[in-house]
Nanobody, 116 residues
Framework: QVQLVESGGGLVQPGGSLRLSCAAS????????MSWFRQLPGKERELVAS????????TYADSVKGRFTISRDNAKKSVRLQMNSLKPEDTAVYYC?????????WGQGTQVTVSS
């Protein structure tokens, strides 16, 4: 079965960095685009970044452009989100996500808290 497992969240001070990772299993990872979403307290999930199957195309939410970088390693079946210059408004639960044959699959999420 499809599994997505995030890691790397935590508490960081404003201006700091974190790197999130998502380990995938149960499907042909290299055949599907991958995305990172986040859910801020009291709000709906929003798209943060996405990456194409071989990583040649990436897209970002305007709020994270220039600060976050999405990448993938198809050999290791993983996707990462490097987050720099973090702001308190980046505080959220971050989710890894893919879509296979019309079905959406999510990880369990990892909490990122940006606070001094």
């Amino acid at each position: 079965q499809v599994q997505l497992v995030e890691s790397g969240g935590g508490l960081v001070q404003p201006g700091g960095s974190l790197r999130l990772s998502c380990a995938a299993s149960g499907f042909t990872f290299s055949s599907y685009p991958m995305s990172w979403f986040r859910q801020l307290p009291g709000k709906e999930r929003e798209l943060v970044a996405s990456i194409s199957t071989v990583g040649g195309t990436t897209t970002y939410a305007d709020s994270v452009k220039g600060r976050f970088t999405i990448s993938r390693d198809n050999a290791k079946k993983s996707v990462r989100l490097q987050m720099n210059s973090l702001k308190p408004e980046d505080t959220a639960v971050y989710y890894c996500k893919t879509r296979i044959l019309g079905n959406h699959y999510w990880g369990q999420g990892t909490q990122v808290t940006v606070s001094s």
